[in-house]
């Protein structure tokens, strides 16, 4: 087996994929639903109608949550690592954790924004984060108007 290039990047860090975060919204989602239908309804657990509506209400949450919570990476060039780090304090992140090539950003709402992982990879860099916060950032550094 050949081995890889010193220079190669090294495999991205794993992040909650589409499928998990939507399976994870669904069953909550659902079970929620359908026990909380029960008792304001007065439905039986034993009846189909609790479990249709969960069913119907985990499917629209899971898909919304997946598309915008599942993580997502985008890789930042040398040029515009200024600009990204202008983002982020103008977001208001701020650096929580440093490891050996890791840094960790938070925001007083990531709880609600998510934290932003920045992996240094020599000239280049990786940002993995949420997918809708990922989405911001790429329309942001493409505006350029950092």
Avoid at 56 to 61: C, D, K
Avoid at 73 to 81: E, G, I, R, S, W
Wanted: charged share 15%.
């Amino acid at each position: 087996m050949p081995n890889p290039s010193p220079t190669a990047d090294p495999p991205a860090i794993e992040g909650l994929d589409v499928k998990v975060v939507f399976i994870y919204y669904f069953a909550c989602i659902t079970a929620i639903t359908a026990l909380s239908l029960s008792q304001i309804c007065h439905w039986s657990l034993l009846s189909p109608l609790p479990y249709r509506w969960g069913l119907a209400v985990g499917v629209v949450v899971g898909a919304i949550a997946a598309y915008r919570n599942h993580t997502q990476v985008l890789a930042v060039a040398l040029p515009q690592l200024s600009r990204l780090e202008a983002w982020l304090k103008d977001n208001g992140y701020q650096i929580a954790e440093t490891n050996e090539n890791l840094t960790i950003y938070r925001s007083p709402q990531s709880w609600r924004r998510g934290v932003i992982i920045l992996e240094t990879l020599g000239d280049r860099r990786r940002v993995y984060s949420r997918a809708v916060t990922i989405r911001q950032l790429q329309r942001d550094l493409a505006e350029g108007g950092l």
